[in-house]
């Protein structure tokens, strides 16, 4: 062969060895691909659902529609014209029925059914640095006055709450004026239609009334600086409840102070929210009444539709009268069990006993309550209950309760679970 002959047959070795090197990159290539296309097909599979389960998906995408819990959009507040005149709107009815015992000695007259709350709510943000809420209520609520033997039923529209917060125009403060539910508790906090058992639990409602302590003022709140969220609130109020407190006979100013904290861990699977309260005010002997408050709520998610939780109050009432000082007790230990992610199924059991507040009763009742609900969506609830009252005077009474609550509009879900605090803002609760 001529040296020419060689260089060619060399430079043709050359091309084919880089085509074989080609071709292999290319079946290597083309093997990773088929392992991702493999990959993929594997995910898909642990993807599909059923079509029972796929049905109840669109079903609830239809009859619970995701909506947000408030207008918190700044736009809001500056937008011109109609736009500017549509904050979010609710209506929520709570219809409960009581099969059992009539016990007026927690308001139930007979064997009935009563619409027992049926609630208007509005809210917007009116400005960048401002928020307004406003709740009508309509509500049907019995008193028994044990002394004279009479019971009474007020069935009355009211302002339930009406107030203006600011929470932006300081860093780490928020001011609100007007009425609220005061967050001293969180079953004083909630509205009856949100707790997790048909009757408000008897050491709140004892203290305070079946209603909770709702006054007109101005709180507070300062998010401290820590890791962890930890607010500290202060408020003054005219102390308007009539149980605890009688700030209108003696036009002196009901007080209140709060440390509010939340932790979670274990990446966000175990969480406690917890507050510690005092209140300071006037009452109806002439006196005063100091009311110290303790309350903490525990969840362990094993999934997001699936935890248990466990969460307990203290209340001690340091109450002044004509004859002397006393002391008052309540307390309440409650357990509870959710799963099922699209009936929120829960059952739970409710343990509790208190004295009252007000100065002239000195009785004590204990009860205990077990219950079970279940969400036909987020908007519709349903619950049985059984309660069983052992009051110091009369007899023990067992009462069946059937409940069902429903949203319409922008109201959040009807759920306790997810009062959180939220680390990155303070908004008060």
């Known amino acids: 062969q001529t040296p020419t002959e060689i260089r060619t047959l060399e430079q043709a070795r050359a091309v084919i060895q880089q085509l074989l090197e080609r071709l292999s990159q290319l079946e290597r290539q083309q093997a990773e691909m088929q392992r991702k296309l493999e990959e993929l097909q594997r995910q898909l599979e642990e993807l599909q659902v059923t079509p029972e389960e796929e049905e109840e998906a669109l079903l609830e995408e239809l009859l619970q529609p995701e909506v947000p819990a408030e207008s918190e959009n700044v736009r809001s507040a500056v937008t011109r014209g109609n736009l500017a005149f549509n904050p979010d709107v609710a209506v929520v009815g709570d219809f409960a029925a009581n099969f059992g015992d009539t016990s007026p000695w927690l308001g139930l007259r007979r064997h009935n059914t009563w619409n027992r709350h049926i609630e208007l709510a509005f809210n917007q943000r009116i400005s960048p640095e401002a928020k307004a809420v406003v709740k009508w209520a309509f509500g049907t609520h019995g008193h028994y006055h044990p002394d004279e033997g009479v019971y009474e039923v007020h069935e009355h529209l009211e302002l339930e709450e009406g107030y203006v917060q600011f929470d932006r125009l300081f860093d780490r403060l928020v001011l609100r004026i007007g009425r609220e539910r005061l967050p001293f508790m969180k079953y004083n906090l909630l509205d009856g239609h949100e707790l997790p058992f048909v009757t408000r639990p008897i050491s709140v409602a004892r203290f305070f009334g079946d209603h909770g302590l709702i006054d007109d ?57 917890w507050n510690l309260g005092f209140l300071h005010g006037p009452n109806s002997a002439g006196s005063t009444t100091n009311i110290y408050t303790l309350d903490a709520t525990y969840q362990r998610f094993k999934t997001q539709f699936d935890r248990s939780i ?22 309440y230990l409650h357990l509870a069990k959710r799963w099922d992610r699209y009936r929120m199924k829960e059952l739970g059991l409710l343990v509790e006993s208190a004295d009252s507040a007000a100065p002239e009763i000195t009785d004590r009742y204990d009860m205990y309550s077990l219950y079970y609900t279940w969400h036909r969506t987020h908007r519709v609830r349903f619950r049985l209950q059984f309660s069983h009252l052992d009051p110091d005077q009369g007899k023990d009474q067992d009462m069946f309760f059937f409940q069902t609550t429903y949203v319409m509009g922008t109201h959040p879900p009807v759920s306790y679970t997810h009062l959180r605090a939220h680390e990155t803002s303070l908004h008060l609760v």
């Open 217 to 273: 003022g101005l709180r507070i709140g300062w998010l401290l600086p820590t890791r962890t969220y930890l607010s500290l609130e202060a408020g003054v109020y005219n102390g308007r409840n009539g149980v605890a407190f009688s700030g209108l006979q003696s036009n002196k100013r009901l007080l209140m102070g709060r440390l509010h904290g939340y932790s979670a861990w274990d990446e966000g699977n175990q969480e406690i929210d």
């Open 310 to 331: 466990a969460s307990a109050g203290l209340l001690y009432g340091h109450v002044g009268g004509a004859k002397g000082d006393k002391d008052r007790w309540g307390w």
